[in-house]
């Protein structure tokens, strides 16, 4: 018996909303504060920044993607600067001026690998970033805002609000271009965790016919509706991976502009057990550098949660399902519906 | 930014002695009774039996080493029997009668799979077992008590108990023999995290001066001193692995007779980064069956845990730390010091 104290479902943003705030998630303004309250406890930890710092798929294409952007003398606002890291590339990008905005006390760290490193045209600035306005027009806000689930650290409402209040008239975000994925996938057999009616054992122990059975109910936590794919548990999807949404930052009007409901068909490529929906996202910064979160990619820091299906499919089988994305900002909203 | 909301790190126990249970840390029958009462929270959720029952290493250990030990008419107990797996496959192996004794209620599911799959030898007894008593002398006892650093689960002291009280004179112990490893081990390159200051960063971004920064001490976590290893994290051990411990549990003195303090001396095979001590338990059923939860065997459902040390290590270097089991049952309490 294993794996048993480990809670790998338990968001602090979860936490909050279950602890008699159930109100305020029906609000996507009001989650965001609750994701704001909660942010800064949560990334006040130098382990959070060593995540960050050794996925090299994150530091690469930023690196990439900073010093095809930032041309010498943008002015540039790092949106949530943490370390400093993206703030540092683009000074070196040549940048004639950095605004690194952090509204945590961690901001005093960036301040001091600035200084060691010799970096003169980074200002720092302690706040929220809806309540900063930098002296001058902004040729390019910098950030890395995306969560596991891409909207739930606040992204869109941060990026529109300083688009609308900083950038130049020609100024861009980076990056902008975003596709989210929520994939059928199939796990390879060591780390699927199947049904308990599904499961085979040996001696002829036939599971079967705890299929729906009312003495199991009291032990459903849910625990596995959603969860966190384990690195390397993804061996393939199931057909041919379409994001549900792709928008660009430059340009998508409003929040509510994005679509909450979709229709997810695939056509089972091989017969496989559908095991669930993926989810990922690709961070596109130009046509040469694209971050991919996917779990088929490289492992980044970054988490792949899972809804669980555990369905048999046939080659040349057509699936479908309807996801609907309550809440943009909390994927433990996200439901979905054979169709 | 990522990852942000899994807190990997939390476990019932060590939520019970924090919040304000400090004294009952001190004691390891104590510590017993709170893992008896989180324990019965814990596996009362159908996934956690779903996990253990698709752990297929797990699963053939079990049906092959049952069936090597249980001989036509002998009499077995299950202790925790759960979904009643271990029993079914005892009886399957001629035990005249098995004892599947199991605190909880979820004994009850287990009575049902046994009704369906028409299993006639086997008594189901609500208990914890060290309170039951069976009419008869026991020939095995069989189990699965061992938690992800194998003594979490109160293993040794159920199993003492039993082996004083129910066990036949020639009775034995299934599985008996275990070996636990503590054991540096380096990374794959693209799921290793690095201590801040030892973070390469591109251009010429350099964070060795925050070294001992005072700066950094309000952020120190200690979220990643003990961590749980991803699988396929693990790439190769440092050195040649030797158990730190080995025990059979049919000759067992006491628990007491296990050693908390032990000195671990590698030879590095290469140059590497050796990123912690990994730890993992092999459960010997006999000469031909063999469990192990090695991070480089094939992944089970136990988590292993690793202890961070992040140190460069040369070929033919010899690396020696100084391991510290405070409490056998509570591996938060496992602590090391360089030699």
């Not at 338990?10 to 305020?24: C, H, N, Q």
């Not at 690469?60 to 949530?80: K, M, Q």
């Not at 980074?122 to 806000?141: G, H, K, L, M, Y």
């Not at 975000?173 to 596709?179: E, S």
């Amino acid at each position: 018996m294993a794996n048993r104290f480990r809670n790998t479902s338990t968001r602090a943003l979860r936490a909050a909303v279950a602890f008699g705030a159930e109100r305020i998630a029906s609000s996507e303004r009001l989650m965001g504060l609750v994701y704001d309250s909660t942010n800064e406890a949560n990334f006040a930890s130098v382990s959070h920044h060593e995540e960050m710092l050794s996925d090299q798929p994150r530091v690469r294409a930023y690196h990439r993607g900073i010093h095809a952007a930032v041309s010498p003398g943008d002015v540039v606002l790092d949106l949530g600067t943490g370390t400093g890291l993206l703030a540092f590339m683009a000074s070196r990008a040549g940048a004639s001026k950095v605004y690194a905005v952090e509204h945590s006390d961690f901001i005093e760290v960036a301040r001091e690998i600035a200084r060691v490193n010799g970096f003169t045209n980074i200002e720092f600035v302690q706040a929220n970033s809806r309540e900063f306005t930098p002296p001058e027009p902004v040729d390019v806000v910098i950030h890395e805002q995306m969560g596991d689930e891409l909207f739930n650290e606040n992204m869109l409402e941060n990026l529109l609000d300083l688009r609308a209040r900083v950038l130049a008239p020609n100024g861009r975000i980076l990056p902008a271009r975003f596709r989210l994925f929520v994939e059928p996938v199939t796990f390879t057999p060591s780390m699927r965790v199947r049904r308990l009616h599904n499961i085979e054992l040996p001696d002829d122990i036939d599971l079967s016919a705890m299929y729906g059975s009312p003495l199991l109910a009291p032990y459903e936590t849910g625990r596995f509706e959603h969860f966190w794919a384990r690195p390397g548990s993804v061996s393939s999807t199931i057909g041919t991976p379409e994001p549900i949404m792709e928008f660009d930052l430059n340009t998508l009007e409003s929040i509510e502009a994005l679509p909450r409901r979709h229709r997810i068909e695939r056509t089972a490529g091989s017969d496989a057990i559908a095991d669930g929906l993926c989810v990922w996202f690709e961070a596109i910064f130009d046509d040469d550098t694209t971050l991919s979160t996917s779990p088929l990619a490289p492992p980044t820091s970054w988490g792949n949660r899972v809804i669980r299906l555990d369905r048999e499919v046939h080659a040349g089988e057509r699936i479908a399902y309807d996801l609907d994305l309550y809440h943009l900002v909390d994927a433990s909203t996200w439901s979905v519906t054979q169709a």
